[in-house]
């Protein structure tokens, strides 16, 4: 698979591609997990406010590709087998851990406020 690595508006927003993992985050713990997760090195914690989510989901992916209209073109392709997404699906349900909604790992890709 093919990936364009390059679609950001505006250079208050960055585009995402993601491998993610939907979590589901009890309202007593989501401080508590925003801290674990939104410090994992080439992972991206992500909400219903991240256009590509819906509203009221939080996601936890693995990062493919974010970019800002900073890093100029950004125009880039990466090739990945479905085998490669597939093991980056279990990379990502190990990290989410009991948060993880599902075992399903899916491709979320849209654009985010930095």
Do not use: H
């Amino acid at each position: 698979m093919k990936i364009r690595k390059g679609f950001v508006s505006n250079s208050s927003s960055s585009s995402f591609v993601v491998v993610g993992i939907e979590l589901n985050v009890p309202e007593n713990e989501s401080e508590a997990v925003w801290d674990k997760f939104s410090e994992l090195e080439g992972y991206l914690f992500l909400d219903g406010e991240d256009g590509g989510i819906k509203a009221g989901k939080v996601v936890l992916g693995k990062i493919l590709s974010d970019i800002s209209s900073e890093d100029g073109d950004g125009c880039e392709e990466i090739e990945l087998s479905i085998i490669d997404i597939e093991k980056m699906g279990k990379e990502v349900l190990e990290k989410a851990g009991k948060y993880a909604a599902n075992q399903n790992a899916k491709v979320y890709c849209g654009t985010r406020a930095r």
